[in-house]
């Protein structure tokens, strides 16, 4: 079993807003032994952002807080010819989370703050990634990485997903799945991930998947709401799309204009019953929340 190397830095950048020092704390180099990455990153408090970059570096971490501001663990070893990376930050705070729980969901008079780690993953290695996200904030963009397979799950954290420069997925996507607790998500330009299957958990949180733009390829999405909101952009009506749901009475589904009942808790557009070849298909379950479909 080899040993990746992981290398701290000391050396400072200056950060545009409020010319805050933005100092890298972790490198993880590349290692011509590996053909993928494994990458479990946990955030249990704080804000985090993950970028591509223009590096070789498998990894690459920057943050405006010094490391002894902020509590981590970290591991990494290679398997076959994967890189595992296992990498827990926690920002240290005078408030405990039961006063951030608080904050969420009643609105106490802490404000967020402003300390942040920023991520930076090689464009040209494919990743499996796995992202945990406690409190706070966290922004994902994936335009032109390389990603394998995708989970985030998130607690009471607000999570953007995107791809902000419009390029699609360097590879195919075995799976794209995402968890909300009491949290957000929003999972924007879906049509970009080349995933066949999406998975979505909803439990009192709220969430948004965009497939609001031309797939490329057939989408399979499954869902499940518990007593949380879910809303689903839907492409142009000559997209084929069908709808499958399993509800209670406790719950509410409000759908699209274009989606017509074709069978028992089964809903269409025109599109779809004049070829459902390569349909846009969502198998969703929902008990005491509510499911919006919405037209682009």
């Given at each position: ?10 050396g ?25 990455v ?60 039961g ?8 609105g ?5 703050n ?5 991520v ?5 290695m ?11 904030n ?46 957000s ?15 979505a ?26 007593a949380?909101?879910?809303?689903i ?29 074709i ?6 557009n ?8 390569d ?18």
């Amino acid at each position: 079993m080899r040993k990746i190397v992981l290398l701290f830095f000391i050396g400072e950048l200056c950060s545009v807003e409020g010319l805050t020092q933005v100092k890298k704390q972790f490198t993880v180099e590349k290692n011509e032994a590996c053909n993928r990455v494994e990458l479990c990153l946990k955030a249990k408090t704080g804000n985090c952002f993950i970028r591509p970059s223009q590096n070789s570096e498998l990894l690459n971490i920057y943050s405006n807080q010094d490391l002894q501001e902020y509590s981590h663990s970290f591991s990494n070893e290679v398997k076959g010819k994967t890189c595992m990376v296992k990498l827990s930050l926690e920002q240290e705070s005078q408030h405990g989370v039961g006063s951030k729980i608080s904050y969420r969901v009643f609105g106490s008079d802490e404000k967020p703050n402003d300390k942040f780690w920023k991520v930076y993953l090689a464009e040209d290695m494919p990743y499996s990634l796995d992202l945990d996200y406690g409190l706070g904030n966290a922004n994902v963009d994936l335009a032109g990485l390389s990603i394998s397979k995708l989970k985030i799950n998130t607690g009471s954290a607000d999570v953007n997903v995107s791809y902000s420069s419009d390029q699609r997925n360097k590879v195919d996507m075995d799976t794209f799945y995402i968890k909300v607790d009491m949290g957000s998500l929003t999972a924007r330009q879906l049509n970009l991930t080349r995933s066949k299957l999406v998975l979505a958990d909803v439990g009192f949180g709220n969430m948004l998947l965009d497939f609001s733009d031309k797939p490329s390829m057939a989408h399979r999405i499954k869902g499940s709401v518990g007593a949380g909101n879910l809303i689903i952009y839907l492409p142009d009506n000559d997209i084929p799309v069908i709808v499958r749901i399993t509800d209670s009475w406790l719950c509410s589904v409000n759908l699209a204009h274009s989606l017509k009942k074709i069978g028992e808790n089964t809903f269409a557009n025109a599109a779809y019953t004049k070829n459902p070849k390569d349909a846009l298909t969502f198998d969703l379950d929902v008990s005491m929340g509510k499911i919006i479909f919405k037209e682009h």
